[in-house]
Each structure stands twice: as structure tokens, then as C-alpha cells.
């Protein structure tokens, strides 16, 4: 497609530069080398959408080449489990609607991948992993998913994840869905992706398309995002809209992006935060209007901040005490220097004052989340089916869904329990509004939200900054706010353990790792600008090579003289 309009010099040397790409062709008349060419596996939205608005590249072409990069990997990985089949004709018309000058904001024309369990209004299926769940395409779409396509992105796929995002019984592994497979990561053979937002995470590390939106209940966001290498934001409950997204719990359930960089995830969040109608928990927010993520990208953000690194004793928390605390560990102390360097004092702050408060907080908190838990994913997901047409498949409520799930063999039920499921059958759940259920929710989320809100005021501190797996924990009740960036991997010493049903490597060599910052809620945005300053000092995602990557690259629709200036 040919460029709009002539740009001044400035403006070609800054894309070029932008893009690192083949600076020589333009002062030295050399030719280019495909080497100069960017990767989807590190190209920034920011950067496709100056190739898009250059000419040099077509919201078809890239789409085209995202399809290509999905079957290049997904036998092997299974990230994703449908592509959106009218993903290159959508593609094609924002093409065209540019050409005529009517492109806006940097997402126009970007395709993303969204989690299964976002409801789209097109000929794409919504499972949450269920084929049970998805007989027909959903009568109702995400309020974000909307949001995402009036800001020109183009929705190409949906990703794999957890069945029921993790709620479908005690032994599934993490990673399955009877829709998708299951879903391995991309750094170490047979990895296991974590969950629930698996395929998202995998996708977006890999660049099977620009970003993917995944949700968290607990830890459904953060951890596939460590997992993977790449960033992930857990929004605080209610800065995002979660209609339209089979739930779990709408006490605890946000959706969010994960994506290559902070930058990236700024600029899906821009679009995605905000009040909905539908939603009432974002009725909440404490802001006329959410506060611009995009406009906190700022490299000086930890200049004069205090963090609180979260410290926990081995023998404190068993859940954590896995074979490689001190790999992980390690890794973690590596990360003070680049906070430090970003501007940031750190001071270690203790989790807990002795083991046995440490352990009988989390055995409480659970037991307090089964009891709220349980009443809400029953009446959540007996709502989801409802918007089901009455005459499409056998799912018509919750006693007909464990039926499907029961018999229906792609559910694979004698291999994978479906307890969670079963148990919204049982009569003597409490009903959701009931005084019990707000006293285990106000319980829960009491204790966790004033612990962590008790260590920032005790130790005078910003931000906590902990591992991944830890800060999940601390923030799912509450719905705190989670930023999770990569940090590095585990190192040569580090042993392998794989899950008890021998199919995923839970940790490895190798194994990525994710540096997680949380603080109140509402501190979405404060948290994303110390993330991105923790980032761009320390680049951990660029020095983590996946072992698989897809084939096809940009160097096959961008040739190299397609720099040449005069055609800029
Ligand atoms: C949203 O509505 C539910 C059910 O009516 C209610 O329990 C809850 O407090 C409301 N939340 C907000 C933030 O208004
Ligand atoms: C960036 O952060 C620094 C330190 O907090 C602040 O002084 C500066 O004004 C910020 N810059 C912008 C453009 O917001
Ligand atoms: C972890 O490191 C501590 C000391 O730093 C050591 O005492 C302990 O044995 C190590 N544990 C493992 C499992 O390597
Ligand atoms: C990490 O640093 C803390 C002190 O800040 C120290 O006690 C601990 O031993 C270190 N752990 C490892 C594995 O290096
Ligand atoms: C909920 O937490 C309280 C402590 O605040 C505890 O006494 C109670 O046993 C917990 N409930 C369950 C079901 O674990
Ligand atoms: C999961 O639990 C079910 C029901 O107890 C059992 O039949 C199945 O073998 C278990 N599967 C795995 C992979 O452990
Ligand atoms: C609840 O289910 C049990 C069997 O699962 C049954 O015996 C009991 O009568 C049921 N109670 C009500 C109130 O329906
Ligand atoms: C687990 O799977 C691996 C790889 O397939 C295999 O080498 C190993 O023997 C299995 N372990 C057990 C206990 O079955």
C-alpha cells in the first residue's frame, strides 16, 4: 500500500531508528541484511503500528503472518485454539479504511488473541475450554472485546486455557481444556504454561499475535505471565469491565493484558479500562476517568520510591517451598541491583513474624474463598449458560453441563476429575448474598488486603516486589492489583520436577521467572510505571531464548529495501 502523505526526514530517521532497522541503506546506499529486519518475537505495538501507518506493512499481511506463526507452533504447543475466520476479511477492510485516512490510535489494525472464556459476538466459539459450554457462537460479547474492536484491533483468535479457568475439578492439569489440548510453554520441552490464561501467555511470548488478554480469579494472569516470560497485568478488581466473560467469581474474576512489554500492555489497558454499565464493580473506581497507563511509561518512575522486597522462611509457607526456593531466590536478589539502578531503595521486609501465623493465614483464607467461592462460580456460571439459545446443544443449566462433561468424550472425564463442577449441584450450598458468604469474603479479603496494606504503611514502602507465585496468593481475595515482569530464569543448578500426572514440567533449568509488583488497590497505574522502569533497566524477556519459535517472520512480507527512503 502506498504511503499517505510524505513525511519530514526526522520522522523516517526516527522510524527507522525506532525499529533498529537498516540505517546503512539509507546513509551509506548498502544494501540491507535480513538480519536488520525486527522479530514478532520483540517488535512493540508501538513499532507495527508505524510499519502499518508507513505503508511498509498491511494489517493483512501481518495477520496473515500471525495465522502462519499459530501452525507453525500449535502441534507442538498448543496455544491456541481457534482462529477467528474472518480475521483476514476484518484485516483487509481496516486496511482499506486506512487508505482513506481513517486509521486511528496506535491499535488499529493489531491483532490480539483473547482467552476462551471471553464471549465474541462473531463466528468464533466461547468455551472457557468446554466443548460443552460452546455449542453455538455466544449471543453476547465482552465488553472489552468491543471496546478493543472500536479501537480498530482485530480479534484474531481465541487462546487456550485451563477448563473453566482452573475451576473444573482437583486434577486437571494446568494447562488442559477439552477444546485445546494441552498447552505446553515455549522455554523448556514439556513445560508446563501455568494457568489458567496459558495459551495467552504462550502466545504472547511467542508473537502468535501482538498481545492476548487473559483474566485472573487467582493467579490466572500473574503466573502464566512468569511462566513465560513475558509481562502481565492484573488490573484491581473492577478497573476493567469483566462482563461478558465466564466468571468464576466476580468478587475476585478481572481480565487483563499479557504481552511482550509494559509499553504493549499500557496500550491494551488504555483502551480496556473504565467504567461498564454491565459491570457494576467499575462503578467503584475511584477516578472520573482511569488515569492514562500509556501516559505513566516514564523511565525515572522508581526515582525516590521505597520497595518492600517480600521475604518468606522456607519453612513458612509449604505452598511455596517447592524443590527450587533458593534458585528462585537467588534470582530474586538479583533483581535489587536493577531496582536500585532504576532509582529505587529496597529494603527486605518479612512476610510474617513467625511460621505458625504464616500458616494458619492461608489455611484460613482458603477455607474462607471455598465458602464464598463455590455459591458464586454455581451462580455465575448457571447465569453464563443462560445466554446459551435454548435450542442449541444439551447444556441448558449446571445439572445438564455435568452431564455433557460426564459423557461427552472430548471432555476426557475419566481422565479429569469434575468435581468443582459437581459440587454447584449440591443443595446445601449457601446462597451467594447470604451473611455467611459476605463474612468469609470480608474475612478473606480483610485479612489479605490488611496485611499487605499493613506492610506498606509498617515499612514506609511504595510497592512490594516478590515472587510471582507468592504475590498471587496475597492478592486474589482482595482484588489487588498485580504487575508481573519478567526477571530471569532459573539457573544450571536448579532440578527438574514434573506435576504428579508426569504430563508438564513444573520447574526446570532454564524455567523463567517473573518479578511481580503489588500495593493497593486502585494502585493499577503507579505499579505499571514501576514496572516499566524495572523493565528498561533490566531487558530480562530479550535474554531468555524460547526453544521453539515459529518459522515465519516479518523478514518474508518486509523486504529490506522497502526502507529505502524514497520509498518512505
Ligand atoms: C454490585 O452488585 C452486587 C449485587 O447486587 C453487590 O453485592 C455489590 O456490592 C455491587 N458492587 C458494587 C461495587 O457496587
Ligand atoms: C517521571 O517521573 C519523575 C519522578 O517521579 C517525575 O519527576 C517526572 O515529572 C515524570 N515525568 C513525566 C513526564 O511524567
Ligand atoms: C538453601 O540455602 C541455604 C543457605 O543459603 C541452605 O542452608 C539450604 O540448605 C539450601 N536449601 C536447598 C534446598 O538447597
Ligand atoms: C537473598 O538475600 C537475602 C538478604 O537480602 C539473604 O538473606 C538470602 O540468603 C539471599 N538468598 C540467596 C539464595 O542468595
Ligand atoms: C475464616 O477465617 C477465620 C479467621 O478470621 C477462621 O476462624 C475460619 O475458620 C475461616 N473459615 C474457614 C472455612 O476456613
Ligand atoms: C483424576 O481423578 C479422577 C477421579 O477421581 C480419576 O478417575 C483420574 O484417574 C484422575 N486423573 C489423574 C490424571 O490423576
Ligand atoms: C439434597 O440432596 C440429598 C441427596 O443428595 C437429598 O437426600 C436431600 O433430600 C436433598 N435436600 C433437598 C432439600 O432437596
Ligand atoms: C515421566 O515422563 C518422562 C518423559 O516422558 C519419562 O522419562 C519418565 O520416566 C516419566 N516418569 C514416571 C515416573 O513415569
Known amino acids: ?184 510453554g515455549a522455554y523448556v520441552e514439556k513445560q508446563t504454561p501455568c494457568g489458567s490464561s496459558s495459551g495467552s501467555g504462550v502466545a504472547a511470548s511467542l508473537g502468535l499475535a501482538a498481545a492476548a488478554l487473559g483474566t485472573e480469579t487467582a493467579g490466572s494472569i500473574t503466573c502464566p505471565a512468569a511462566y513465560n516470560n513475558v509481562v502481565g497485568i492484573k488490573p484491581s478488581v473492577g478497573t476493567t469491565s469483566r462482563h461478558g466473560v465466564v466468571p468464576v467469581t466476580l468478587r475476585q474474576d478481572t481480565t487483563g493484558p499479557l504481552a511482550q512489554s509494559i509499553a504493549d500492555a499500557a496500550l491494551l489497558l488504555d483502551v480496556m479500562a473504565g467504567v461498564d454499565p454491565l459491570d457494576n464493580y467499575t462503578s467503584a473506581q475511584p477516578w472520573d476517568s482511569p488515569p492514562s497507563f500509556t501516559a505513566a511509561l516514564n523511565l525515572s518512575a522508581l526515582q525516590g520510591k521505597r520497595l518492600g522486597m517480600v521475604r518468606v522462611a522456607s519453612s513458612q509457607l509449604a505452598l511455596l517451598d517447592g524443590v527450587n526456593k533458593n534458585e528462585t531466590e537467588a534470582v530474586l536478589n538479583a533483581t535489587r541491583r536493577h531496582l ?66 460426564k459423557s461427552d468424550p472430548r471432555e476426557l472425564a475419566s481422565v479429569y476429575s469434575y468435581d468443582s463442577l459437581t459440587q454447584t449441584l449440591d443443595n446445601d450450598t449457601l446462597p451467594a448474598g447470604s451473611s455467611e458468604v459476605w463474612e468469609a ?26 515472587v510471582s507465585d507468592l504475590a498471587y496468593l496475597l492478592g486474589a481475595s482482595a482484588g489487588l492489583p498485580i504487575v508481573t515482569v519478567p526477571m530471569g530464569a532459573l539457573g544450571e543448578d536448579a532440578q527438574t520436577a514434573r506435576d504428579p500426572t508426569n504430563t508438564t514440567v513444573q520447574t526446570a533449568p532454564g524455567m523463567p521467572l517473573g518479578l511481580s509488583f503489588m500495593a493497593d488497590k486502585w494502585s493499577d497505574v503507579e505499579l505499571v510505571s514501576y514496572g516499566y522502569a524495572y523493565e528498561q533497566v533490566s531487558r530480562k524477556r530479550e535474554q531468555l531464548k524460547p526453544y521453539l519459535k515459529p518459522r515465519h517472520d516479518l523478514d518474508s512480507v518486509l523486504r529490506p529495501r522497502a526502507v529505502d527512503a524514497r520509498q518512505l
Open 1 to 184: 500500500m502506498a504511503p499517505t502523505a510524505l513525511r519530514p526526514l526526522q520522522t523516517i530517521f526516527k522510524i527507522v531508528s525506532s525499529l533498529g532497522l537498516c540505517l546503512a541503506s539509507l546513509t551509506q546506499h548498502k544494501p540491507c541484511h535480513a538480519a536488520d529486519i525486527p522479530s514478532l518475537l520483540d517488535i512493540s505495538i508501538s513499532e507495527l503500528a508505524l510499519l502499518l501507518e508507513s505503508g511498509e506493512l498491511t494489517s493483512r499481511a501481518l495477520t496473515q503472518l500471525y495465522v502462519d506463526r499459530i501452525h507453525d507452533v500449535n502441534d507442538d504447543l498448543h496455544a491456541v485454539i481457534e482462529i477467528n475466520p474472518d480475521a483476514i476479511a476484518i484485516a483487509s477492510d481496516l486496511d482499506r479504511q486506512r487508505a482513506a485516512g481513517h486509521a486511528s490510535g496506535p491499535l488499529f489494525g493489531i491483532p490480539i488473541l483473547v482467552k476462551d472464556n471471553y464471549a465474541t459476538h462473531d463466528r468464533m466459539l466461547t468455551g472457557a475450554g468446554s466443548v460443552c459450554l460452546a455449542p453455538v457462537p455466544a449471543t453476547l460479547e465482552a465488553t472489552v472485546v468491543t471496546r478493543l474492536r472500536q479501537a480498530g484491533a482485530i480479534i484474531l483468535g481465541k487462546a487456550n486455557a485451563d477448563e473453566f479457568s482452573g475451576s473444573r475439578g482437583f486434577n486437571v492439569t494446568g494447562g488442559w481444556s477439552a477444546r485445546g489440548g494441552q498447552t505446553y
Open 340 to 405: 536500585e539502578v532504576a532509582g529505587a531503595e529496597v529494603v527486605d521486609v518479612a512476610l510474617f513474624p513467625d511460621p505458625e501465623s504464616a500458616l494458619t493465614l492461608i489455611e484460613w483464607v482458603f477455607g474462607n474463598m471455598s465458602v464464598y467461592g463455590l455459591p458464586d462460580f454455581r451462580d455465575g456460571l448457571g447465569a453464563y449458560i443462560d445466554t446459551i439459545p435454548a435450542g442449541a446443544g444439551t447444556v441448558h443449566d449446571l445439572e445438564t453441563l455435568v452431564e455433557c462433561v
Open 441 to 466: 469474603y470480608l474475612t478473606a479479603s480483610g485479612a489479605t488486603r490488611g496485611l499487605v496494606a499493613g506492610l506498606l504503611e509498617q515499612h514506609q514502602v511504595d510497592a512490594l516486589v516478590l
